[in-house]
């Protein structure tokens, strides 16, 4: 084979690599001219038909064509991957620039945060947190608070009892505790106060058959009704404000005598008179008094020796009044233009 024939060959492979435009089309151009059927590979092996002279330069020609042929197969196959790769980076196209999706970060219920709060400053005066259960003895939440069965005082915290076991009920208030933790320290002197959650069978506008207290107890010799004011004061200033106006009113609880309320100026109106306050410019915030000897008996205490006294707060009426907060359902409607006014702040 001569070297014009070689340039024969290489002008028809040319044409049909011209005509390959696709990559099967590349491939199938690939076999059919480097292939070990192509002439190429023919031309190669009849090198040694020709005159030993031209051998050497035949040979040449004919390696250069195939490095041709591969050099612009690859070229071509290069460019369709490279096309290939733009048109699908086009369509798959990722905007990272969008803003992401904020997802909703939940936060403590103002509930709890006036709770973790009252339970900080009672702390700093000096009561430990003590606990006890939901369902508590009918006897702890009334006998030994001294309301005995027939006692009007009954009806004034309408009570859910468990049909099914007789003896128990929802505790309604957090009192019960008082005598649980007298009998785990008796006779020493002792300082607790117990959150948490009470029922009662009343459900109307401003009552929740769910809600929360905070118990307080101090039991010591010659603790006296001078160390009630003193610390009911002192907390109260520290939850409100030092100027906070306060008042202790005179009431009437079957487990302590005497027995008092302390009333806050009201945050609404400032003493004014208003709704909130139905016009007396105070709010109760908590009953308190001497612990009743009864009471101090029940928890193993000799009345003649030691004393004491207990008080007992509504958690959301203290919220209420922290955070300005007008309507008590507020609290337990779980409307997310009210919670996400309390998200980011500490109580
Ligand atoms: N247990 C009373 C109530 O629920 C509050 C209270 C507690 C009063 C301790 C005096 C002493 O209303």
């Known amino acids: 084979m001569a070297g014009s024939s070689v340039e024969e060959l290489r002008e028809s492979a040319l044409a049909a690599l011209a005509a390959a435009t696709d990559l099967e089309g590349i491939q199938a151009a690939r076999t059919a001219w480097l292939g070990r059927k192509g002439p190429i590979v023919d031309a190669l092996r009849s090198i040694k038909d020709v005159a030993p002279e031209e ?12 490095d041709e042929i591969e050099a612009t197969l690859g070229e071509r196959e290069r460019r369709l991957e490279e096309e290939a790769m733009s048109l699908r980076l086009a369509q798959e196209r ?120 905070i118990e307080g107890l101090a039991v010591g010799e010659g603790i006296g009704m001078h160390h009630l004011k003193a610390t009911l004061y002192e907390f109260a200033r520290r939850l409100f404000g030092a100027d906070v106006r306060l008042r202790l ?16 100026g009201c945050p609404f109106c400032g003493g004014k008179g208003c709704r909130v306050c139905k016009g007396t410019g105070f709010i109760e915030v908590l009953g308190s008094g001497m612990v009743h000897p009864h009471v101090l008996r029940e928890g193993g205490y000799d009345p003649a020796r030691c004393t004491g006294f207990a008080f007992g707060l509504g958690i959301e009426r203290t919220a209420m009044l922290h955070y300005g907060i007008d309507d008590v359902r507020l609290l337990y409607t779980s409307d997310l233009r009210f919670l996400s006014q309390f998200q980011g702040s500490e109580a």
Request: with cysteine; charged share 25%; net charge negative.
């Open 55 to 66: 051998r050497r330069s035949l040979g040449l020609a004919l390696n250069q064509l195939r």
């Open 94 to 213: 990722l905007d990272v620039t969008l803003p992401g999706r904020p997802r909703a970060v939940g936060g403590p219920h103002p509930l709890r945060m006036a709770e973790a709060e009252l339970v900080h400053v009672l702390r700093e005066i000096g009561f430990s947190v003590a606990q006890g259960p939901e369902v508590e003895s009918e006897h702890l939440n009334f006998e030994a608070l001294n309301i005995p069965a027939d006692h009007p005082a009954r009806e004034m915290q309408d009570t859910f009892y468990l049909s099914d076991l007789p003896g128990l009920l929802l505790r309604t208030h957090t009192s019960p505790v008082q005598v649980r933790a007298m009998r785990e320290h008796a006779p020493n002197p002792l300082r607790v106060i117990c959150p948490g959650r009470v029922y009662r069978r009343d459900d109307d506008v401003t009552h929740s058959p769910v809600f929360h207290q």
């Open 249 to 264: 009113r005179p009431s009437y609880f079957p487990f302590t005598e005497p027995s008092a309320e302390l009333d806050v």
